[in-house]
Structure formats: C-alpha cells, structure tokens
Nanobody, 125 residues
C-alpha cells in the first residue's frame, strides 16, 4: 500500500521550532518531488515548500522564506520541513504530497499523486 505519513506536529510557543517528517511506505521517493502544504481553519490550502527528486531545487512561499527549510533523505525515504521562528499564523494542518518527476524540478501548482493524512501544528502562547 502506497502511503505518506506526516509526523512532528504539535503545540509550540511563538518563536519556537518544530521539524515535520514525511515518511513514505510502499514506494521509493527517489523519483518524486515532494511538497508541503498547509490549511488553516476557514482558509484555502496553501503551498508552503517543495523539493525536487534529487534535492537540487527548492521552493518556499514568501510567508515562510527564511524561517522554514525543506530537506530530504532518500536513503530513509523521508522528507523534512524544519520550521523555525514560528508565528501564530503558521497554525494549520500540514500535509506532504508526492508527484512523479523526471527532471530535477518542483512546483506547488502541479497535480500531486499521493497525499498524507496531515499533522496539526499549533503556534500559541
């Protein structure tokens, strides 16, 4: 069964940090670009960051640039999202998604093939 599982969410104070993980099972991530998305209550889903299949290309939304870092460890079949200097407006359910790619590229606007169930991130004092 092909599956993406997110972990690492939780409650953190403003200015704090969390590291989200996206682990794949049933398939290898070597040929997939991975995107992180988030959705806050009452808001549309937002593309946060993506990383290409070989890690050569990364994208960050303006709202997280300089605070979030995406990385991948293909040997562990896992992608990470390091989130620093968290703000209350970062509160959302965070999802990872995978899309097959041939080139070393990533984009938030393509149709992703697989999605995880999401992990809640709450930034509050």
């Amino acid at each position: 069964q092909l599956q993406l599982v997110e972990s690492g969410g939780g409650l953190v104070q403003p200015g704090g940090s969390l590291r989200l993980s996206c682990a794949a099972s049933g398939f290898t991530l070597d040929y997939y670009s991975i995107g992180w998305f988030r959705q806050a209550p009452g808001k549309e889903r937002e593309g946060v960051s993506c990383i290409s299949n070989r890690g050569g290309k990364r994208y960050y939304a303006d709202s997280v640039k300089g605070r979030f870092t995406i990385s991948r460890d293909n040997a562990k079949n896992t992608v990470y999202l390091q989130m620093n200097s968290l703000k209350p407006e970062d509160t959302a359910v965070y999802y990872c998604a995978a899309v097959t790619t041939v080139q070393d590229l990533c984009t938030m606007t393509t149709l992703y093939d697989y999605w995880g169930q999401g992990t809640q991130v709450t930034v509050s004092s």
